[in-house]
């Protein structure tokens, strides 16, 4: 069972656009939510993370969202960049780190 | 730098082989994990360790088993390849449960 649900499965943004990837999970016991960028012929690498105990992280052009009642996450990427189009996963944490499906981003120059 | 380092980029096995995928990490971590990627399933576990000599069977265990002798290593085993384990393996470590995990490059692994 998909433990951690993502979505959508691609997305094509213009540069300079906002590149949204959202997540939802059924676990509550989950305590850590992070999101990994993985670029090709490379393993992924982590991009920002966030607890339960805030609603919003922003680390530069990169903003979680999370919406502990609702269980979803999203992870917000502003003034998208040609260099962004990379394969995005957000994960949960309890004990283990369980992956969403990965959403492969192109953002078009 | 922080470095997880898979054994080989590339592999290619036959059915039916004995298949060892080594990972290896510097970072004095605990925590150490093996998972499969496949398009459009993300990343799947398949073992982890959160000590030297001990190990949990993740979501896809099966046809896998896995050992850790000492704590940087950590080494994947495929006892009877088949074509269905044909996949990109990675593997990582994190000092702890709710931290950062490191990936190494992977391994494809393509059994025929």
């Known amino acids: 069972q998909q433990q951690v649900k993502q979505s959508p499965q691609s997305l094509i943004v213009q540069k300079g656009g906002i590149s949204i990837i959202n997540c939802a999970y059924e676990n509550t016991a989950f305590d850590y939510f992070p999101w990994y960028q993985q670029f090709p012929g490379k393993g992924p690498a982590l991009l920002i993370a966030i607890r339960p105990d805030v609603s919003e992280k922003k680390e530069g052009r990169f903003t979680i969202s999370f919406n502990k009642s609702a269980k979803q996450f999203s992870l917000h990427i502003m003034d998208s960049q040609p260099g962004d189009s990379a394969t995005y996963f957000c994960a949960a944490n309890h004990q283990k780190l369980v992956f969403g499906q990965g959403t492969r981003l192109t953002i078009n120059p | 730098d922080v470095k997880v380092t898979q054994s080989s980029r590339y592999l290619v096995k036959r059915t039916g082989e004995k298949v060892f995928l080594e990972c290896v990490q510097d970072?004095?971590?605990?925590?150490m994990f093996w998972y499969r990627q496949d398009p459009g399933l993300g990343l799947r576990l398949i073992y982890f360790s959160y000590d030297v000599k001990m190990k949990e069977k993740g979501d896809i265990p099966e046809g896998y088993s896995v050992s850790r002798e000492k704590k940087e290593r950590f080494s994947l085993i495929l006892e009877s390849a088949s074509t269905n384990q044909t996949s990109m393996y990675l593997c990582?470590?994190?000092?702890?449960?709710?931290?950062?995990?490191?990936f190494g490059q992977g391994t494809r692994l393509t059994v025929v």
């Open positions: 990582a470590s994190s000092a702890a449960p709710n931290t950062e995990a490191f």
């Open positions: 970072m004095d971590h605990e925590n």
